[in-house]
């Protein structure tokens, strides 16, 4: 295994560990966006909740 690494490494030194600090910009950006995308969905269902329970109290 160790041999395989060592020829991987030699036939392109930059993409021999993709995913290990090699990351390319549209996967970073990809990477980010999910991770705002689940941000916003939980304050949005933070606010859904908020909003349930004052429309229960009013009643």
């Known amino acids: 295994m160790l041999r395989r690494w060592l020829r991987e490494g030699d036939a392109d030194p930059h993409q021999a560990f993709p995913g290990h600090g090699q990351v ?27 909003a349930a329970y004052f429309a229960k109290e009013l009643t």
């Open 24 to 50: 390319e910009p549209e996967q970073q950006e990809l990477m980010q966006l999910r991770r705002e995308v689940a941000k916003l969905k939980a304050e949005r269902d933070i606010l859904k909740k908020a």
